[in-house]
């Protein structure tokens, strides 16, 4: 019997995968891509924004995720993201105005606005078209 990760993503909003046999797992670590296959060593990691993909089946899988961390233990692979889309459900028409409205918020010297939050939408909107235009290719 060939083994298997299971695999957990959970976000503020909802839990997104729930004991998910899978064949590996690559996160975005943040100090570079890291990838889970069976067996591997117990690992505490912490997530930047990127592509977290995994196959099953001979299928892969994405999810644009928005920072957090990882629990790897005893082949099970528990993902807490701040935020996590599945590639095939991003809108890229949606995310590139978003990109655009961040952009122009971020050119204005008007104190009204929260530059910090404007920055937070723009990496989240570059992050969900990179994953969803890496999955398309």
Same mark, same amino acid.
Request: charged share 35%; no cysteine.
């Given at each position: &019997?060939?083994?298997?990760?299971?695999?957990?993503?959970?976000?503020?909003?909802?839990?997104?995968?729930?004991?998910?046999?899978?064949? &590996?797992?690559?996160?975005?670590?943040?100090?570079?891509?890291?990838?889970?296959?069976?067996?591997?060593?117990?690992?505490? $990691?912490?997530?930047?924004?990127?592509?977290?993909?995994?196959?099953?089946?001979?299928? +892969?899988?994405?999810?644009?995720?928005?920072?957090?961390? $990882?629990?790897?233990?005893?082949?099970?692979?528990?993902?807490?993201?701040?935020?996590?889309?599945?590639?095939?459900?991003?809108?890229?028409?949606?995310?590139?105005?978003?990109?655009?409205?961040?952009?122009?918020?971020?050119?204005?010297? +008007?104190?009204?606005?929260?530059?910090?939050?404007?920055?937070?939408?723009?990496?989240?909107?570059?992050?969900?078209?990179?994953?969803?235009?890496?999955?398309?290719?």
């Amino acid at each position: &019997m060939v083994k298997k990760l299971k695999l957990n993503l959970i976000t503020p909003q909802r839990q997104l995968l729930t004991d998910l046999e899978v064949d &590996m797992v690559v996160l975005p670590a943040f100090e570079g891509e890291m990838g889970i296959l069976p067996g591997h060593i117990p690992v505490l $990691v912490q997530l930047t924004y990127g592509d977290l993909r995994y196959k099953k089946d001979g299928k +892969d899988f994405d999810f644009a995720v928005m920072g957090g961390f $990882v629990e790897v233990k005893e082949d099970v692979v528990n993902a807490f993201a701040e935020g996590a889309d599945l590639a095939d459900e991003i809108d890229e028409e949606a995310e590139s105005q978003k990109i655009k409205k961040a952009k122009e918020a971020l050119s204005k010297k +008007d104190a009204d606005i929260d530059f910090e939050l404007a920055e937070i939408e723009l990496k989240q909107a570059i992050t969900r078209m990179k994953v969803k235009r890496r999955k398309m290719s």
